[in-house]
């Protein structure tokens, strides 16, 4: 099978679609398919995520990937995928986000290659998009799957996208070898934006900084809101024990050296980094009311649900809940581990190669 995976960068991009596009994208090639993958980055550029050299990168060259795409972007687009898809002539192409889907959609009609868009958030995340959700809506009628990361997530958008979307979860790759650790470390890996909520971690950090010295926060990740939080540490004289190290090619070993995850995401369409963080053994922390985080974190089981109605204290006391008790610890690390079974990376690339087959067939 040629298959063609499609997303605007993976240069410029360290988000967790990116992620899961190239761990899907190696497993097919693992499993003979003839795999390539279509971008609008430079050529000659690295890739943030590691690929199978068996990929081939086809990058376009169109525009600037590295800022936010706008309305002259998409006529150029549009004429460089109908380009390329025509000389390559995949059996299907797998667009990964709304900003690759949408002009894929368009650049394909008539053209008799199936497109299977990939979305990865969840319908909150247009509410200031408005343009971006009616092009969504309009360029559904020309693809022939969406896939999205749960079914949570399916029900969340208008049913007339329901008949079209396919739940296939993200993979979580489960490390070979983990070295006993463990620092007293507290983490969290995201994008520095509101929807991730950071600024409630480190001042729930703070009520309880003082009566654990040895304990510290660390942040994992890079945004907008870097400023911001680097000023809070500081007016909170936390600057020596909170870092913010920005992005972090070898993520595992931020994993392995911590001890408690916390994620304070307000809407997370699939909790990867959550999930990655359970592969590691870590107990995780998250609000009970945040979809995607929700689903991921089972309340006693492999950590603690907590409710968001008073925010930062109540995450001050779930964090020193675990940091008093090891014992705790232990068992959700250990349960998280036990949980992840459904997300293993072969399991959901069966799925995602009975999906190609199903929109490929003549039948």
């Known amino acids: 099978m040629k298959i063609m995976f499609a997303v605007k960068t993976l240069n410029h ?16 090639a693992t499993r003979g398919h003839d795999v390539s993958i279509l971008t609008f980055d430079r050529p000659g550029e690295e890739a943030f995520y590691i690929l199978s050299p068996e990929i081939r990168r086809l990058d376009l060259n169109v525009g600037q990937t590295q800022k936010t795409s706008s309305a002259k972007d998409m006529p150029p687009r549009i004429k460089a995928i109908r ?31 199936p497109l299977i868009a990939s979305e990865h958030i969840v319908p909150e995340h247009y509410k200031t998009r408005k ?7 309009a360029t559904s009628l020309l693809i022939k799957k969406i896939t999205v990361v749960s079914d949570a997530v399916r029900k969340s958008y208008p049913a007339i996208l329901h008949k079209k979307m396919i739940v296939i979860p993200n993979p979580v790759k489960m490390p070979e070898d983990i070295k006993q650790k463990k620092n007293k470390t507290i983490l969290n890996v995201g994008r520095l934006d ?12 703070a009520q309880l900084a003082t009566n654990n010295p040895e304990w510290s926060l660390n942040i994992i990740g890079e945004g907008e809101l870097r400023p911001n939080l680097e000023k809070l540490t500081e ?41 990655e ?19 991921i974190i089972k309340d006693g089981l492999n950590g603690l649900l907590i409710k968001s109605d008073n925010r930062v204290e109540n995450l001050a006391q779930a964090l020193r809940t675990l940091i008093e008790n090891d014992d705790l610890r232990q068992k959700l690390g250990k349960g998280g581990k036990k949980s992840l079974a459904p997300y293993q990376l072969e ?7 009975k999906l190609i087959n199903e929109v490929t067939s003549k039948d």
């Open 194 to 205: 509101p929807q991730k909520d950071q600024e409630t971690l480190i001042r729930a950090f």
């Open 277 to 295: 963080a359970m592969s590691y053994g870590l107990p995780a922390i998250g609000f009970a009311d945040c979809p995607g985080t929700n689903e």
């Open 131 to 137: 343009l971006e959700y009616a092009l969504l809506m």
């Open 13 to 28: 991009s360290h988000g967790g679609a990116e992620r899961v596009l190239t761990d899907i994208a190696s497993a097919m």
């Open 83 to 113: 380009k390329t898809a025509r000389t390559e002539r995949p059996d299907v192409i797998i667009a990964f986000m709304h900003s690759m889907f949408i002009p894929a959609a368009f650049a394909l009609k008539g053209t008799g290659i």
């Open 235 to 275: 007016e909170l004289n936390l600057q020596n024990r909170i870092a913010l190290p920005g992005l972090k090619k070898d993520i595992g070993s931020e994993y392995a050296a911590a001890s408690i995850f916390a994620m304070t995401s307000r809407y997370e369409a699939f909790g990867l980094a959550t999930a």
């Open 347 to 353: 399991k959901i690339a069966t799925l995602w190669e």
